[in-house]
């Protein structure tokens, strides 16, 4: 990651997760009367909204967890901040702003958020027919869930 100024990526990440949910909800409204109305919206968010370097060695990460270093480290080292660190922010900020639209409009349909680990792509190894692969955890987060006390 080579971005240097955080402002830019925290916004469009926080923007266009609410525009995409404020879509979401307009249309939904729209199709209240209709057969197939929609239900749901799943939100890709990353382990990076979840794993925190702040819990101790052998912590075991659940839904309930959420990175509270990334944001706090982007807010003090500003322009000085690793691209790593951007992103990791921006993607708590963002799954921080999907939850909040969530409580404040009551919006009418569920909501789940994926949190995959980091995933290697396919290695192609001696031809087609012989790929290696790598396993990968992830954690999913539904409405159901606690969401972050600072949203």
Not at 20 to 36: H, Q
Not at 69 to 88: D, F, H, K, T
Not at 123 to 141: F, M
């Amino acid at each position: 990651m080579s971005e240097t100024d955080p402002a830019p990526m925290m916004r469009a990440a926080v923007q266009g997760t609410t525009s995409l949910l404020a879509s979401a909800l307009a249309e939904s409204m729209r199709e209240l009367g209709r057969v197939d109305p929609l239900t749901s919206v799943v939100f890709m968010s990353t382990i990076s909204a979840v794993f925190s370097p702040s819990k101790p060695a052998g912590h075991v990460f659940t839904e309930v967890d959420w990175n509270d270093v990334a944001e706090q480290e982007v807010r003090r080292l500003g322009r000085n901040s690793p691209g790593y660190v951007i992103y990791q922010a921006s993607k708590t900020a963002a799954e921080t702003a999907f939850w909040r639209f969530g409580r404040e409009t009551g919006a009418g349909f569920g909501m789940t958020a994926l949190c995959p680990a980091y995933v290697t792509p396919f290695s192609a190894i001696r031809g087609p027919r012989r790929l290696k692969t790598y396993p990968a955890l992830s954690l999913a987060r539904r409405s159901t869930s606690q969401s972050p006390s600072q949203a």
